[in-house]
């Protein structure tokens, strides 16, 4: 199923991503460090959505209280039905 969350705090803007049999598939984020986000997504990319979450959630960046990958944690969380 594909999902799209608006994020709160980070320089990117949206994520889209899919779920499928539990695993996180597609992740594109919209703005933020190019980069670094698709090295996010290509890492997640087939993983198990709560694995992810136990890995990024809780991520920094810099002083903020969230960062993109902390937010794609609560992407899942949210899509899972877990937040």
Do not use: H, W
């Not at 499928?20 to 993983?47: P, T, W």
């Amino acid at each position: 199923m594909a999902y799209e969350y608006i994020t709160r705090g980070t320089c990117s803007r949206k994520i889209f991503f899919d779920i499928q049999d539990g695993k996180v598939r597609n992740v594109r984020f919209v703005s933020g460090c190019d980069g670094n986000l698709q090295g996010v997504a290509r890492l997640v990319e087939g993983m198990d959505v709560q694995k992810v979450i136990d890995q990024l959630k809780g991520i920094r960046c810099g002083g903020k209280p969230t960062s993109c990958p902390d937010q794609l944690a609560r992407a899942l969380e949210q899509a899972a039905g877990k937040a």
